[in-house]
């Protein structure tokens, strides 16, 4: 064999073990550690239920997931973290309703308009409750006395502009009702302050105050959702009682930054979305909390959110909240 015959053979091997190289790195996809974005501090609802997801799958990750809080701006903070990335192929943030109010009320210098949709993971039913002092069993009762007594009452939601405070907003310019609408900093402090004889309605999700209804201080009197909930089977829906639905529908989803590789999005798709879905344990969780799991690809996550962004700038275009971008 000739030098340049054997040359040309070293030459081959060379590039057949760096293609195989390259072939190995390719599929080792993910090899490091893929954080979680939420907008809500350690222990924020949004926080919990992205640990929620974290521990879900865990078990099933060949890598760590881990979650960053970045808070501010009513969720303007994490959406510029993660348009701002280094390696979108490691990271994903959470989405909630509080994204699309953040986008309609302020002029952040990013929106949900700036990152890809992934996957939309649950709807999130919200209710209307009562200190248990308060004599109304039902919402009908709760709006004929408000009717009565103009200013008399206040109503509680958390944050200004989120979908609890516009569906409280809308039931009163809709029936024609005088009562305050108080926004609170956060859900918890609501629940307190109601179970607390503090206020006189709220409208918040049902899993948030179970433990003041099992206590007695609290009462459900309706749900905005479809259907009623296994949990409270015995509380009727806002359409049961009498009156028209919200079309503001309280969600979770995930997105990612448009500059991710397909190779990523497929897995983070096929991870956060149809392998989250399939796992009992986080079903039973989303089912005890009354949310409603549901798969929506890219494409129709996208669609919902930009409905959802509609729905909620005409609410807030009637109540005066928006901002001229």
């Not at 990750?61 to 994490?78: D, H």
């Not at 709807?123 to 009565?148: G, H, N, Q, Y």
């Not at 949310?291 to 996208?302: I, L, R």
Request: glycine share 8%.
């Amino acid at each position: 064999m000739g030098i340049k015959t054997l040359s040309a053979y070293v030459l081959s091997g060379i590039l057949l073990l760096g293609t195989a190289f390259c072939l190995e790195a390719q599929a080792a996809y993910p090899d490091r550690p893929i954080k979680m974005i939420t907008h809500t501090n350690p222990g924020g609802i949004s926080d919990i239920g992205l640990r929620q997801v974290q521990q879900a799958l865990t078990p099933i990750s060949p890598v760590p997931l881990v979650v960053e809080n970045k808070v501010g701006g009513g969720g303007a903070t994490s959406i510029a973290a993660m348009v701002s990335v280094r390696d979108p192929d490691y990271n994903i943030i959470s989405v909630t309703n509080t994204h699309i109010t953040s986008m309609l009320t302020s002029n952040p210098p990013y929106t949900l308009n700036d990152l890809k949709p992934l996957a939309f993971i649950a709807s999130e039913p919200l209710s209307i409750a009562v200190p248990a002092s308060r004599p109304w069993k039902t919402i009908k009762e709760f709006f004929d006395d408000a009717k009565a007594n103009p200013g008399k009452y206040s109503l509680g939601a958390a944050q200004v502009g989120s979908a609890a405070y516009i569906i409280g907003s809308n039931y009163k310019r809709q029936l024609g009702l005088d009562y305050a609408v108080v926004p609170f900093e956060s859900v918890g402090e609501m629940v307190t302050a109601a179970a607390g004889d503090h206020i006189d309605i709220i409208v918040c999700e049902p899993y948030t105050m179970t433990g003041q209804v099992k206590a007695g201080n609290l009462r459900i009197l309706s749900v905005f959702s479809p259907r009623r909930l296994s949990s409270i089977p015995d509380v009727p829906t806002i359409e049961e009682a009498g009156y028209d639905k919200s079309d503001v529908t309280k969600f979770r989803g995930f997105m990612v930054s448009k500059k991710i590789s397909p190779e990523a999005e497929k897995y983070m798709f096929d991870l956060f979305s149809t392998k989250l879905q399939a796992q009992p344990g986080y079903l039973k969780l989303l089912s005890d909390n009354d949310q409603v799991p549901q798969v929506m690809n890219s494409d129709e996550f996208g669609k919902f959110l930009q409905t959802m962004i509609g729905e909620t700038k005409k609410s807030l275009d009637t109540l005066g909240l928006t901002k001229k971008q």
